[in-house]
């Protein structure tokens, strides 16, 4: 399907929001996107909701999986297509209204400033207010063992906010369907030596958001992807 | 008599297993080394009598159970093998159709599919 021609210098930027049963936050959050970036894809992981018709109103592009496959995978899709459209870079963006669409915009900026193949958003470097003690406890532990495992000097993971240049986005290859994808990919950047850096975000702890948000047993989920992929590599 | 009942399990599971043989070369072939190991075991039940004091174990039946159980292993991981792998075929089956169905707002279509 044509789409029209480039008009301003984020219009090749393509926004993709993986989203699964969010209609409870996803319209606020995709207005203020689209106030700022015209092209803006939400992956519907197959919501028992009305994610995708909200969003379909709020003005994005949907692609809805006819099955629910998570996030790693909506991401890949949502990539995958804003390739297709001839994307020069993606930014990853949750639906829960947990990043910050200034945030978006300042490492787009710090991607073109630096011609680096990724942004990394941090709250670490950051700020993450109302963030629980355990949570903060175990994405520390997160990071050591991402530090460990791919000799990345990152200080944060797990954090839903990138921006990645074309060549990164063709590069990486999200094999995680569900959430241990954000290690997967930290681990690509490191195999294929993708050049990165950090930027410092702020990530809104809400009462939707920590609803939402995975459990803590969903880390040795986590850890239980990783190592089984590891196995059948 | 049980013993003509094992050797005819053992038939049909290696005609089976001659049946996979274009499909599942290696689990075809697996079955039919099964198979033949089982036929001798059953007509000759001192061999594994005397395998089993080879290894060290008591009783020819005991080393049977722990075979069994290697097998039941071997089989486990081989579905789960397989599983994934129809897993990922799903993956890439939905993956198709989402891109294939996009629903994009009417101000991204261009004006000259929007006139026709």
Known sequence: ????????????????????????????????????????????????????????????????????????????????????????????????????????????????????????????????????????LLLRAATLYTRLTTGLDVSDTHNGLRVLSRRAAERIRISQDRMAHASEILTQVAVQKLSYREAPCTISYTKYSMAKGQPLSGSLTILRDLVVRRLYR | MIKAIIIGSLLLILAYAFTQQKRSPLISGALAAIVFVGLILTLFPEVLQMLANDLGVGRGVDLMFYMVILAAFLAIVNLHMRVRSLQDSLRDLARAQALRDPKVPARELDHSELAS
């Open chain 1, 1 to 136: 399907m044509q789409q029209r021609a480039p008009q301003n210098d984020l219009d090749q930027v393509w926004i993709v929001v993986p989203a699964y049963n969010e209609a409870g936050a996803i319209g606020p959050v995709l207005h203020a996107v689209l106030d700022v970036f015209p092209r803006v894809l939400v992956v519907d992981d197959c919501s028992n909701d009305h994610t995708g018709d909200l969003s379909a109103s709020a003005g994005a592009t949907v692609l809805r999986h006819p099955i629910n496959l998570g996030q790693g995978a909506a991401l890949q899709t949502g990539i995958d297509y804003a390739l297709a459209q001839g994307a020069e870079i993606v930014v990853t963006f949750d639906a829960d209204g947990q990043h910050s669409v200034a945030d978006a915009v300042a490492m787009v900026r710090l991607l073109r400033e630096t011609r680096c193949d990724l942004i990394l958003g941090s709250r670490f470097l950051g700020a993450a207010p109302n963030m629980s003690w355990r949570k903060r």
